[in-house]
């Protein structure tokens, strides 16, 4: 049997995701909340849980800095992720969602995090290129102080090393590293694509400037999440519109985290992009069944993901608990 592929993600602006319930969000209040949980979250950090719990050979490396960043590698400790942590002198944030149980409304606050210096980025740059892996993940929004190109420069240094370069983030960054091209897989919400393009886009014009962007050569494969109306996958041989899997969804958070994970697991198993896609899709839905900043449950993937693998249907699958 073959070597599982490595694969390496990178999160510069990771967060401690904390999330609970109240029944009732009234502003001057204090609102008492239950059902507290505390999760290690940003992108890349995201897409490393759910390929662990994939079983893929997978390291995040990350961000963190003061008592909040050793706190994050602690919970990564805790959840048995192979990570490496590049230190910082400001503090890595915190998030907060709170459901709102007797509307189903969820309240999600998120900082805008530390700022990093010069020397900080510097430091990434060398850890991240000098990491031996076949996929390297790049997920989440840019910290303050670092370079609107860091991706770029980034992306360009792991396909230097034989690393299959995917990226996932918005604005400028989303921009500039189009702009240097040669990325392998890019999956932009379709709010962030919207951003990048410039104006709203119908479902149909999502597809042709996807198909734009390969024709280009400025990325190989581009994935882009509608939420529930599904994704649209663009490659060499066109692009499709495919439907979300059918769920009932508890919350949306961590859903295009999971979605770019199983496309990434799909791609390291040696599946084609469309098969990958699909598995993406899987992974997606088995995210949203799940509450809080709670990624999908194992049960959940293995149901799916297996589903999508061996190329079955994947049909209504039920709700989460709430």
Do not use: W
Not at 43 to 64: E, H, P, S, W, Y
Not at 120 to 132: G, K, P, S
Not at 238 to 250: H, R
């Amino acid at each position: 049997m073959s070597e599982k592929a490595r694969i390496v993600t990178l999160t510069l602006n990771p967060a401690i995701d904390i999330s609970s319930e109240a029944d009732t969000v009234r502003h001057t209040h204090k609102i008492r909340t239950k059902g507290e949980a505390m999760e290690p979250g940003g992108g890349g950090i995201n897409v490393a849980r759910v390929l662990d719990k994939l079983g893929a050979d997978v390291t995040a490396l990350f961000l963190g800095g003061g008592p909040t960043g050793r706190v994050l590698d602690e919970l990564l400790d805790r959840a048995g992720i192979g990570r490496r942590m590049i230190e910082i002198s400001e503090d890595s944030r915190i998030s907060l969602t709170v459901l709102e149980t007797s509307t189903g409304n969820e309240f999600r606050f998120v900082p805008e995090g530390p700022e990093v210096t010069q020397a900080e980025a510097d430091a990434v740059l060398e850890a991240a290129t000098t990491i031996d892996c076949d996929y390297f993940v790049a997920s989440g929004s840019l910290p303050r102080g670092m370079a609107e190109d860091f991706y770029a420069q980034l992306g360009k240094r792991a396909t230097a090393r034989g690393a299959r370069f995917v990226l996932d983030t918005s604005g400028s960054a989303l921009g500039k590293a189009l702009e240097a091209g040669g990325l392998f897989l890019i999956k932009p919400s379709r709010g962030e694509f919207e951003t990048f393009a410039g104006r709203k886009l119908s479902p149909l014009e999502l597809a042709e400037e996807a198909n734009r962007l390969v024709d280009e050569g400025r990325a190989k494969n581009v994935a882009i999440t509608l939420g529930r109306e599904g994704a649209i996958l663009a490659t060499k041989s066109g692009a499709k519109i495919a439907p979300a899997v059918p769920v009932e969804a508890c919350s949306a958070v961590g859903a295009g985290d999971s979605f770019l994970a199983g496309m990434v697991y799909g791609f390291s198993l040696g599946r084609t992009a469309e098969q990958a896609f699909d598995v993406g899709l899987a992974a997606g839905a088995a995210a949203v069944l799940s509450c809080g900043s709670e990624l999908a449950r194992p049960e959940d993937l293995k149901r799916l993901v297996g589903q999508a693998l061996s190329g079955e249907q994947v049909g209504d699958l039920g709700s989460g608990s709430r």
